[in-house]
């Protein structure tokens, strides 16, 4: 493995006890790849010392590790001893302080650690495409740090796809569709089979709710049995806050009913109409999208996607915007944890 990361000699950040040494940054972690990986995606680094203090390292390091980020979109840590939600907020905040607070849910999470939430609670036999966290928003974070506290007996990976590629894989047809229409999301809240509104936005007040949708562009409907619609036009593309590259960047095909199993569809669409489901994506002027359109995108994201196993104490950086992540089907007890930092807020709102 090659040692790219330079630096000045500093002291050993092993855990306690500690020793009287000093030792170079190459000396104190390797980097390289998976094992096969010819992308080179994600970056992987490993202690080359035993009981390497993450945390530690991580504070001295900080700025080496973001450079990395932006070069690669994705940095695995592995084999740090990372061991608990407390010892994985530690690390988060080595890197950045201030983590997120999870607002505008799209899916069931538990905090079980101060800003450290489960991922998403979906049934363990289904399949979460490929996304951008909070795509669908105003605002999102634009890290994400996830940390394996129990890998799944079977599957259960976690698999992420470099984006830089996934824009330019997409039909140029497609992608000019979206592009001059853009993509509008509708979710009804406290229909009884997704997350009602109080838990979406966190809140019990409905004054909070209008304010933060105001602020978010977003139109407010309060209906019936304490139910909530709200419509928002987003878009499709962004451009990297910090390297200007475009990246296609929406939940179209995560919020389209397409994305349901066929059985589950059926059921809701026999009751719903299709601006009345929990969730659906229209283009922009709110015409339909066309369920191939959608399975194209998914399909270029599944095509790009790098799955690994997880290890127990895995900890895993993602640039929210330079890589997507999903979820595989598992068998077993799983345990994924995630923190999110960097907030950023789309220009004009």
């Known amino acids: 493995m090659s040692n790219p990361m330079n630096g000045p000699s500093f002291s050993d950040f092993r855990s306690r006890p500690r020793k009287a040494v000093r030792l170079s940054q190459e000396e104190l972690v390797r980097t390289g790849y998976l094992p096969g990986d010819e992308d080179r995606f994600p970056l992987v680094l490993e202690p080359s010392v035993e009981d390497l203090n993450l945390v530690d390292w991580a504070r001295a390091n900080r700025s080496s590790v973001e450079e990395q980020l932006l070069r690669h979109g994705a940095v695995l840590f ?83 796809a470099d984006d ?48 933060y949708c105001r602020r978010a562009g977003a139109t407010v409907e309060w209906r019936d049995g304490d139910r909530l619609r709200t419509r928002s036009v987003r878009q499709v593309t962004v451009q990297h806050p910090r390297t200007g590259e475009t990246i296609w960047f929406n939940h179209a095909h995560m919020f389209h009913v397409s994305n349901l199993p066929p059985e589950v569809r059926a059921s809701l669409l026999s009751e719903f109409a299709p601006d009345e489901l929990p969730r659906n994506a229209f283009f922009g002027d709110g015409a339909p999208i066309a369920d191939a359109v959608l399975e194209h995108i998914r399909g270029v994201y599944r095509d790009t996607a790098v799955s690994f196993p997880w290890q127990q104490g895995d900890v895993l950086l993602v640039d929210n915007v ?3 992540h999903g979820r595989e089907p598992f068998e077993g007890p799983r345990s994924i944890l995630v923190a999110m930092a ?7 709102l």
């Open 164 to 211: 830089r590629k996934v824009i330019h894989r997409l039909d140029p047809e497609i992608k000019q569709m979206f592009l001059e229409r853009k993509v509008m999301y509708v979710r009804n809240y406290g229909e009884g089979v997704d997350l009602s509104w109080r838990e979406a936005f966190q809140t019990d007040d409905r004054a909070v709710v209008e304010e």
């Open 322 to 324: 330079l890589a997507s």
């Open 78 to 160: 592995r084999g740090f001893g990372v061991s608990s939600a407390e010892q994985f907020h530690e690390v988060c905040q080595s890197f950045y302080p201030d983590l997120l607070d999870y607002r505008e849910r799209a899916a069931p999470r538990h905090e079980v650690s101060s800003k450290v939430y489960t991922s998403t609670e979906f049934p363990a036999d289904q399949y979460i495409p490929l996304h951008h966290e909070m795509s669908y928003s105003h605002n999102w974070p634009t890290k994400i740090l996830f940390y394996c506290h129990q890998p799944a007996r079977q599957g259960g990976c976690t698999p992420i």
């Open 342 to 348: 960097d907030l950023y807020t789309a220009p004009g």
